[in-house]
């Protein structure tokens, strides 16, 4: 900070440096050129005399030596137009390069022969084409938009983990995180300021509804990727569990304000029809844990977490815990979280889950896996997706959602991302103020998942407005 005094130039004393540049710093922290000259060692530099510094003018003086060097320039690939057409596509995967190849492919080949056509498309591609190859959300939010026009397709699988230091701050090369699929933000009411959502990806009318289904795997290499697809195609497979009508509840301890195990008993009711009802319905409740007098007061908790991983080992199609939630823990005792989840091994019949908690779905942490992230991406049993709040949530609203979705899909036969498109779609219809449960609600895994059950309704392929009533 140099002060002015209203002259009309500053004059600064070089010291003998090489001055190639010298630049003013706006209120809106934007570099401006100014004129200058040199002569003697003495730098003298024009300031603009209406300046709104009020006598303070803020330069900066640049020498040859102070310019950063780009380690590398690229410049955006043309992309040929059949590589981004999706005009007899069903199902679009966007995946970061360095995760395509045959194991992706393999999954592109089960839905292939489920009757969906899928097709992979290279996210750089699209940066290439939208976005002259910087890697922004909104380029691939742009090209489903103009793809939805002509194309009838009714899912996306977004493939590739991102973090919130997309940029990399205090980091080098031995822990910069890993960013591959970029994420959107939005802010909301309360405290929820940075929900890392999916909805603005298949928003094509900006009313802040979801206009397709979409899920993401947010793997980060190659080993990840293959972990996730052998669940996925287990999901798939012919004979496997996915109709098995088998589910585990997990209740959380109550508090002042909510009682998580009659919550759990309203979901246990929201399950199938009357006449043809889920059959294997396990709960696990810490309240009644915590009542029963057969239990040694000190090995409470390890009977819970010891009951869950059972439950979860019998291979469950569904599994639902209503409760508290922290990116890393499920319950404010902890009754999940990674160790206990590193005892999962239903290989060959992961679970559908469905956490109603806070965090349950947050993936962005840069050094620290998250529990949805050892969950799906980093266990070979587990979850083979999970779909919840990703930040701070209500647990009315965990509820209110968890119910429909599971009669969604366990009644009516949808497919996991058409039940949450649904959902999301009349919650944002009878009130946008509800615009938060709209953003948090996050998918990870694969939105063609179902129970195996007939539909009885198909979601239309083109929305009216949502806004309208």
């Given at each position: 900070?140099?002060?002015r005094?209203?002259?009309?130039?500053?004059?600064?004393?070089?010291?003998?440096?090489?001055?190639?540049?010298?630049?003013?710093?706006?209120?809106?922290?934007n570099l401006?050129?100014?004129?200058?000259?040199?002569?003697g060692?003495l730098?003298?530099?024009?300031?603009?005399?209406n300046?709104?510094?009020r006598?303070?003018?803020?330069l900066?003086v640049?020498?040859?030596?102070?310019?950063?060097?780009?380690?590398?320039?690229?410049?955006?690939?043309?992309?040929?137009?059949?590589?981004?057409?999706?005009?007899?596509t069903?199902?679009?995967?966007?995946?970061d390069?360095?995760?395509?190849?045959?194991?992706?492919?393999?999954?592109?080949?089960?839905?292939?022969?489920?009757?969906?056509?899928?097709?992979?498309?290279?996210?750089?591609?699209?940066?290439?084409?939208?976005?002259?190859?910087?890697?922004?959300?909104?380029a691939?939010?742009?090209y489903?938009?103009?793809?939805?026009d002509?194309?009838?397709?009714?899912?996306?699988?977004?493939?590739?983990?991102?973090?919130?230091?997309?940029?990399?701050?205090?980091?080098?090369?031995?822990?910069?995180?890993?960013?591959?699929?970029?994420s959107?933000?939005?802010?909301t009411?309360?405290?929820?300021?940075?929900?890392?959502?999916?909805v603005?990806?298949?928003?094509?009318?900006?009313?802040?509804?979801p206009?397709?289904a979409?899920g993401?795997?947010?793997?980060?290499?190659?080993?990840?990727?293959?972990?996730?697809?052998d669940?996925?195609?287990?999901?798939?497979?012919?004979?496997?569990?996915?109709d098995?009508?088998?589910?585990?509840f997990?209740?959380?301890?109550?508090?002042?304000?909510?009682?998580?195990s009659?919550?759990?008993?309203?979901?246990?009711?929201s399950l199938?029809?009357?006449?043809?009802?889920?059959?294997?319905?396990?709960?696990?409740?810490?309240?009644?844990?915590?009542?029963?007098?057969?239990?040694?007061?000190?090995?409470?908790?390890?009977?819970?977490?010891?009951?869950?991983?059972?439950?979860?080992?019998?291979?469950?199609a569904?599994?639902?815990?209503?409760?508290?939630?922290?990116?890393?823990?499920?319950?404010?005792?902890?009754?999940?979280?990674?160790?206990?989840s590193?005892?999962?091994?239903?290989?060959?019949?992961?679970?559908?889950?469905?956490?109603?908690?806070?965090?349950t779905?947050?993936?962005?942490?840069?050094?620290?896996?998250s529990?949805?992230?050892?969950?799906?991406?980093?266990?070979?049993?587990?979850a083979?997706?999970?779909?919840?709040?990703?930040l701070?949530?209500?647990?009315g609203?965990?509820?209110?959602?968890g119910?429909?979705?599971?009669?969604?899909?366990?009644?009516?036969?949808?497919?996991?991302?058409?039940?949450?498109?649904?959902?999301?779609?009349?919650?944002?219809?009878i009130?946008?103020r509800?615009?938060?449960?709209?953003?948090?609600?996050?998918?990870?895994?694969?939105?063609?998942?179902?129970?195996?059950?007939?539909?009885?309704?198909?979601?239309?392929l083109?929305?009216?407005?949502?806004?309208?009533h």
């Amino acid at each position: 900070m140099i002060e002015r005094s209203g002259a009309s130039s500053i004059s600064i004393q070089t010291e003998g440096a090489e001055v190639s540049s010298v630049y003013a710093l706006d209120d809106e922290h934007n570099l401006v050129s100014k004129a200058f000259s040199v002569k003697g060692g003495l730098l003298k530099v024009a300031v603009n005399s209406n300046s709104s510094q009020r006598g303070l003018a803020k330069l900066m003086v640049v020498s040859d030596e102070a310019y950063s060097q780009p380690a590398a320039i690229y410049s955006a690939s043309s992309t040929e137009p059949s590589e981004l057409d999706l005009s007899k596509t069903d199902y679009v995967i966007i995946a970061d390069a360095s995760l395509r190849g045959d194991t992706l492919q393999r999954f592109v080949t089960r839905q292939n022969e489920l009757g969906r056509r899928a097709k992979v498309v290279s996210s750089q591609s699209i940066y290439d084409a939208y976005s002259s190859g910087s890697a922004l959300p909104q380029a691939i939010a742009d090209y489903l938009a103009d793809q939805a026009d002509s194309s009838p397709y009714r899912y996306v699988l977004l493939v590739g983990g991102h973090t919130y230091n997309y940029r990399g701050y205090n980091t080098d090369q031995t822990n910069a995180p890993i960013n591959l699929i970029p994420s959107f933000y939005r802010a909301t009411e309360g405290i929820t300021k940075q929900i890392p959502t999916a909805v603005p990806f298949v928003d094509f009318d900006n009313d802040g509804s979801p206009d397709r289904a979409i899920g993401r795997w947010p793997v980060r290499d190659l080993d990840q990727l293959k972990l996730v697809v052998d669940k996925t195609l287990a999901w798939h497979a012919d004979g496997s569990h996915k109709d098995s009508k088998t589910a585990l509840f997990i209740a959380d301890a109550k508090d002042q304000q909510n009682n998580f195990s009659q919550s759990t008993h309203r979901l246990m009711s929201s399950l199938g029809l009357e006449l043809d009802p889920w059959q294997q319905l396990s709960p696990v409740l810490l309240d009644a844990i915590l009542a029963d007098n057969s239990i040694s007061s000190g090995e409470k908790l390890n009977y819970t977490r010891d009951s869950i991983v059972d439950g979860v080992n019998q291979g469950p199609a569904l599994t639902v815990y209503s409760g508290h939630g922290a990116p890393g823990v499920w319950g404010r005792q902890a009754l999940v979280y990674g160790d206990v989840s590193k005892r999962f091994d239903n290989v060959s019949a992961p679970t559908l889950m469905v956490p109603l908690a806070c965090y349950t779905t947050y993936y962005e942490t840069p050094n620290v896996k998250s529990l949805p992230e050892v969950l799906l991406t980093d266990t070979a049993g587990g979850a083979v997706a999970i779909t919840g709040a990703a930040l701070l949530s209500r647990s009315g609203d965990n509820e209110r959602f968890g119910r429909e979705l599971l009669e969604k899909m366990s009644v009516s036969g949808l497919d996991l991302g058409t039940a949450v498109l649904q959902i999301k779609q009349e919650i944002h219809r009878i009130s946008p103020r509800h615009q938060t449960v709209v953003y948090n609600w996050v998918t990870l895994g694969d939105p063609t998942l179902s129970f195996g059950l007939p539909a009885l309704e198909v979601a239309p392929l083109v929305d009216t407005p949502k806004n309208e009533h």
